[in-house]
Structures are given as structure tokens and as C-alpha cells.
């Protein structure tokens, strides 16, 4: 093994799918996987076959769909496990049987209510089984943790010596401190005979927030796997997050000269693939995906990043995919700011007096949360009725039918430059519809990017806001969209981001 090389283990599948309303059908789990693949991750944990027969046959298909990464299955330390596992893996090409049993005194008593030397015998029997069917054995030492270092070093040592490959050391409640975590696994370094024999692996969750440091304390005292999720999911408040540990490598890779597989230019687009099939939204602040991650309503932070990137961002967004940074206008931005959102809307600055533009820009913002370009260009002067009628496209007539077991269909009318044009679409709901039917009008290729809905108060009758971000020729164009009614909040901010590229 490479001592430089870390790899990465995506558990996305199993441990990321446990999480309530996340689960995958089948053919979703093969287009998550491979876009794993084509990301670079070294073994996807695929599911824990035993536990139903969809999960068993998730992992046979993904067996069949996958070859590059190695494919693994989980299991306890039973047989009946390991012939399920052994049996679902049969079609992969690279494959892993992940076996194992609680370390800690807590698991030993009130889960297994046995003894230390009963489960260090049941540890090594598991993978010898295992070894019989593959010759890749991973083992877990659930909730080592807050396991005691002395008994978990002669477990792990005896598992290597049974013929265990990799040795998983996790924090499965996310206990412990980074110090402690970093010092457990130095003792394994330290105190295991045979420690060389097998990869370390570290598999941490965030119930106190430390999941990435935790990992990263592990890796810096001789862990060489990590195991991870897609934007953090999984049991309770997750796991460690794939994109933060692999851009804390790459941006440190100086410092640590480590290195991933991974191809970070592909991490927003599984994150917001994994975030749309999971129905689970990513925080606006989450680091490297979060829509906040790349973003400055700060004046400061504004006029720094304008004058040069690198002030106020250690990461090149574009190296995790995201085509530029975004300067957001609120009260807190200053003169740069104003005047690279109103170039970018073609407003000749030599002709403006821009001191006289940013007192009156102030006292709208004073009254707004966020300022929007058909907001600035009321400032300019442009933005009153008459002007707003001849923007480029209007909606003239929505409607929507919807229900169950209708399929959603929507009819929409645009006034194209001056031009009445109409057109109907189904879709798989009644936002996805009127969209659907806006592009049978406007026939160029603009990618939904990113789509949030927020209640300004809450309650049913609430006004709903509607952000949406579009991508056409590899450029972003943010619309916002305000109403009662949900599917015309969607469709003024669609519209909205449309007349921003038109």
C-alpha cells in the first residue's frame, strides 16, 4: 500500500440510505453508484444484503453495473450473514465482505450480554468465514470509541491474524474528542503486532459535530481509509462527509502529502444528485456544497473577493464544480459589489455617478433582505411598469391541473419579446410540469440547478418565496419568485432567471 494513498469508502448506499424517507429503489442505488464511480471513490459499501431482499438485490445489480470501485456488503458476525453477502456479491468483479461485532464494554453487556473473550472469539470466527468466500475482509469494531484501547488491540490483532485486510475502528455515536479519537488509533499503530498487515479505517458520525474532525485526527495518526457519505447523511446526525475530507486533503495536500482518488469537479453534481433522489436538502451553509459555501453578502468579503479571490476563499469553487462564486447584494454590501452587479448588467459606469447610485441603493436595501437585478434596475430607473412589461418574457396565463391519479399537466403562455406563445407539458408534478412546458417554448438548453421553496413566516395562506438557480453555457443565473401559490412562486423565479440570461 502506498502510505500516501487514502482511500475512500462511500457508504452513501447503506449507512447514508438508513436515514428516514431515504430510501432508494433499486435502479436509483445503480445511477448513485456509478456516478461513485465516475467520482473516483475505491469502495462502495452497496448494502447489507441480509436485511431485506431489496437490499440484497441492490447489491447484486450494482455488482453487475459497477467495475472500477471495489463493491462491499455488510454484514454481522454470523454465518447466515456472510452467505447472504457472499451470494449478493457473486457478479462483482472487485468485492468485500464488511463482518464484524461490538468492541465496547457498553455493547459487550446490554447488547450481547456476553463476555470480552465470547466476542473476540465470535470476532475472529466471523472472518475466518469470511475469508473462505473473499479475499478482501474488512472488520468493525462497533463503537470502539469507547471501547477500551487494551481489549480492542487484541481484538484487531486477532482478526488481522484471522485474515481481516482492513480494520475498521469507528465512532459509532460520535463520541469522542478529535485528540482522543487520533490517540485510539495511534495506539493501534503502537500496540498491534501485526498492524501492517491491514489497512486502517475510520468511520465516524457526527452526533457532536466532530465526524470530520474526528476523521481527520484518525488519518493524521495512520488511518488510510475513510469512510464516508455524500453530504454527510446517515444514521442519526450523520456520517462524515465525503466532499469535506476530500477537499481538507486536497487543500492541505502541502502540508500532509496525502492524496484521494477523488475527482472533486464532480462533487456538487452527486451532491445535488444524492440531495434530489434522498429528498433530503442540503443546509444553505453546509461546507464546500451548501449554497452558502461560495457566497458574500459581507461588504468586506465583497470588495476582498473582487480584488482578488483567495481573500475570503481557500477553494476554487470550480474545483468542486461550481462555476463561480456568487456576491450577493443585501444592506452589509458595499460600492464594489454594486458596481460589478450593475456592469454585469451592462450600465455604463462613467456616465454614473455611483456614490449618489449607492446612497439610494442603501435605503432599498434597508427594506429588503436581498436586492435582485430587476431591483437594481428600478434603481437605474429601468424598473418601473411600463419597463417591467417589455422585459423579454412574461407570464400571461398558468394553468395547472393536478391530482391523484391525475398526471399533472400544465398550460403555460409567455409574452416572448412582444410575442403571445403557448404550450403544454405534463411532468411528474405541477412545478416539473409548467417547466416542462416553458421549455417547449424556449427551446434552449437551461439546466435546473438548484430549486429551494421557504414559507416567509409559516402557515398555509404564507407567501411562499422561491429561489432557483439555472445553468445555460456554463454560466449560473439565480430567480426568485414570490406568491401564495407555490407553482407560481416557481414560475416568476424560472422566468425571472430567464430574463437575467435573455
Known amino acids: 500500500m502506498d502510505k500516501n494513498r487514502v482511500y475512500v469508502f462511500d457508504t452513501t448506499l447503506r449507512d447514508g440510505e438508513q436515514v428516514p424517507g431515504c430510501q432508494l429503489t433499486t435502479v436509483e442505488k445503480i445511477e448513485v453508484a456509478k456516478e461513485l464511480e465516475f467520482l473516483g471513490v475505491d469502495i462502495i459499501e452497496a448494502g447489507f444484503p441480509i436485511s431485506s431482499p431489496g437490499d440484497f438485490q441492490s447489491v447484486v445489480e450494482i455488482s453487475k453495473a459497477v467495475s472500477e470501485p471495489v463493491i462491499c456488503a455488510l454484514t454481522r458476525a454470523n454465518t447466515l450473514d456472510i452467505d447472504a453477502a457472499a451470494d449478493a456479491l457473486r457478479f462483482a468483479k472487485r468485492k468485500r465482505i464488511h463482518t464484524g461485532i461490538g468492541a465496547s464494554d457498553m455493547h459487550i453487556k446490554y447488547k450481547f450480554n456476553s463476555t470480552r473473550e465470547d466476542i473476540l472469539k465470535r470476532a475472529v470466527d466471523a472472518v475466518k468465514y469470511a475469508r473462505k468466500f473473499v479475499d478482501d475482509v474488512e472488520f468493525y469494531a462497533e463503537d470502539a470509541g469507547r471501547a477500551d484501547n487494551e481489549?480492542?488491540?487484541?481484538?484487531?490483532?486477532?482478526?488481522?491474524?484471522?485474515?481481516?485486510?482492513?480494520?475498521?475502528?469507528?465512532d459509532t455515536n460520535g463520541y469522542c474528542l478529535p485528540d482522543q479519537y487520533g490517540a485510539k488509533i495511534k495506539y493501534l499503530v503502537d500496540n498491534v503486532s501485526n498492524i501492517d498487515k491491514a489497512i486502517i479505517s475510520v468511520h465516524c458520525h457526527n452526533d457532536l459535530g466532530l465526524a470530520t474532525a474526528n476523521t481527520m485526527a484518525g488519518v493524521m495518526n495512520g488511518a488510510r481509509q475513510v469512510e464516508c457519505t455524500i453530504n454527510g447523511i446517515g444514521e442519526r446526525a450523520g456520517n462524515t462527509s465525503l466532499e469535506e475530507v476530500a477537499m481538507i486533503l486536497k487543500t492541505h495536500h502541502a502540508g500532509l502529502g496525502l492524496e484521494?482518488?477523488?475527482n472533486s469537479k464532480r462533487i456538487y453534481a452527486i451532491s445535488n444528485l444524492v440531495s434530489t433522489m434522498m429528498r433530503m436538502p442540503v443546509q444553505p451553509n453546509k461546507a464546500i456544497v451548501g449554497r452558502n459555501a461560495f457566497a458574500h453578502s459581507s461588504g468586506i468579503h465583497q470588495d476582498g473577493v473582487l480584488?482578488?479571490?483567495?481573500?475570503?476563499?481557500?477553494?476554487?469553487?470550480?474545483?468542486?464544480?461550481?462555476?463561480?462564486?456568487?456576491i450577493i447584494l443585501t444592506a452589509r454590501s458595499g460600492r464594489h459589489a454594486l458596481k460589478h452587479h450593475l456592469e454585469r448588467l451592462d450600465y455604463k459606469l462613467d456616465k454614473i455617478n455611483l456614490d449618489e447610485v449607492y446612497q439610494r441603493f442603501l435605503i432599498m436595501a434597508d427594506q429588503k433582505k436581498e436586492i435582485s437585478d430587476a431591483d437594481l434596475q428600478q434603481l437605474m430607473g429601468d424598473g418601473d411598469e411600463k419597463n417591467y412589461d417589455d422585459r423579454a418574457i412574461k407570464v400571461t396565463l398558468l394553468q395547472v391541473v393536478c391530482?391523484?391519479?391525475?398526471?399533472?399537466?400544465?398550460?403555460?403562455?409567455?409574452?416572448?419579446?412582444?410575442?403571445?406563445k403557448e404550450a403544454s407539458a405534463a411532468g411528474n408534478g405541477p412545478v416539473n410540469a409548467t417547466i416542462n412546458a416553458i421549455h417547449e417554448i424556449i427551446k434552449d438548453d437551461i439546466d435546473l440547478d438548484e430549486f429551494s421553496i421557504q414559507a416567509m413566516h409559516g402557515g398555509s395562506e404564507?407567501?411562499?418565496?422561491?429561489?432557483?438557480?439555472?445553468?445555460?453555457?456554463?454560466?449560473?443565473?439565480?430567480?426568485?419568485?414570490?406568491?401564495?401559490?407555490?407553482?407560481?412562486?416557481?414560475?416568476?423565479?424560472?422566468?425571472?432567471?430567464l430574463n437575467k440570461i435573455y
Open 307 to 326: 480584488k482578488h479571490r483567495e481573500n475570503y476563499e481557500i477553494l476554487n469553487p470550480e474545483d468542486v464544480g461550481i462555476a463561480t462564486s456568487s
Open 151 to 170: 481489549y480492542l488491540a487484541r481484538m484487531i490483532e486477532a482478526v488481522i491474524a484471522a485474515g481481516a485486510t482492513v480494520v475498521n475502528i469507528p
Open 403 to 420: 391530482g391523484d391519479p391525475l398526471r399533472p399537466m400544465a398550460t403555460v403562455k409567455l409574452r416572448v419579446n412582444g410575442d403571445e
Open 462 to 497: 404564507d407567501v411562499s418565496k422561491v429561489n432557483m438557480r439555472v445553468k445555460y453555457n456554463g454560466r449560473s443565473y439565480y430567480g426568485f419568485g414570490y406568491s401564495t401559490d407555490i407553482v407560481s412562486a416557481s414560475v416568476n423565479a424560472y422566468v425571472d432567471a
Open 260 to 262: 484521494t482518488n477523488i
